[in-house]
């Protein structure tokens, strides 16, 4: 008898379980505490935009206009820098030595310039001496032409060796120069915010992927704030802006407005993946903050901005009107 209702009743419990499943995966689940909480609009009316932080003279990626192995990095990450100072050498050995062989060429010709003067001198002088004979029987024509022909052709061979003085100085100074262009040095004054190029690497000439080094003024940061196109209307450059930091939306600063960039261009969906997405078309906003007013705030982090919008008119309320029949 319990052999014939065992099957039975153990059908019956999978039925209860399943139902009791269903019933407990249809239930709602809580949500979940942001992190974080969100950054709350100072204004009754606002555009709101996300920005990245950025150095007041953008952030610049140093390059280098000569291809080779960086033999010397004098600027480390964190360094301030004036304009002018070296930031990396690349290496210089090939062009000192070429400087070396033209100084001393310099000094040959130099040289030559004093023979020939020298022989020039003499030759005038022998010319000279020859025209001023006043007997005609003494001196035949012939020999007073090839005189003068002489003279003048060491003077034209000073010439010459001063010529070749000055192009051999033409050329110690370009090589100098190439040398100059193999230092590269810190265009603005600023912060070295990211070193990428080490002691005994190439380094290429031209546009790379990724910055040798990156390099900007940090002591007034700027903002750049993304405002979808549809908002772009509504952004007026008289109106107060605040920014809030992702993460700790207490720490809080006023933003003064620098410029807008009259460019729409598409926004690029930071997803992290190896090709990014455009999703939509923004305006670019500048803001700027003294970077004292707001401290632990970094290059490339990421701010919630919000802008005030003057535009905004609050809809009238309007008593119904009573209708008299």
Do not use: C
């Amino acid at each position: 008898m319990f052999g014939k209702l065992f099957l039975p009743f153990l059908a019956l419990l999978g039925v209860l379980f399943a139902v009791y499943t269903v019933i407990a995966g249809s239930r709602t689940s809580p949500p979940s505490e942001p992190i974080a909480p969100p950054a709350m609009a100072p204004f009754k009316a606002y555009v709101a935009g996300a920005g990245i932080v950025e150095a007041s003279t953008e952030n610049i990626a140093v390059g280098t206009p000569v291809a080779g192995v960086v033999s010397e990095v004098t600027a480390k990450i964190g360094d301030e820098v004036k304009k002018g100072d070296p930031l990396f050498i690349v290496d210089l050995r090939d062009l000192q030595a070429e400087l070396l062989v033209r100084e001393a060429d310099l000094k040959s010709r130099q040289a030559n310039v004093k023979v020939a003067e020298a022989q020039a001198a003499d030759a005038t002088n022998q010319y000279d001496m020859y025209k001023s004979i006043n007997d005609a029987r003494a001196v035949t024509k012939e020999e007073l032409d090839r005189r003068r022909f002489g003279a003048d052709a060491a003077n034209a061979t000073v010439v010459q060796a001063q010529a070749q003085v000055i192009a051999t100085e033409a050329s110690i100074a370009q090589t100098k120069v190439e040398l100059e262009r193999r230092i590269v040095r810190a265009p603005v004054d600023g912060q070295v915010l990211q070193v990428k190029i080490r002691t005994g690497e190439f380094a290429p000439a031209g546009v790379v992927a990724t910055p040798l080094m990156l390099i900007g003024n940090v002591k007034t940061l700027h903002v750049r704030v993304d405002v979808d196109e549809n908002d772009a209307w509504r952004v007026d450059p008289k109106a107060a802006a605040e920014a809030s930091v992702r993460g700790n939306s207490k720490l809080k600063v006023d933003l003064t407005f620098v410029r807008i960039e009259p460019y729409v261009i598409p926004k690029r969906s930071l997803t992290g993946e190896s090709t990014e997405r455009v999703d939509t078309r923004v305006l670019q906003v500048l803001f700027a903050f003294d970077r004292s007013a707001l401290k632990n705030v970094y290059v490339g982090q990421q701010m919630d901005v919000f802008i005030e919008d003057l535009a905004f008119i609050e809809p009238a309320t309007t008593a119904p009107v009573a209708i008299v029949k």
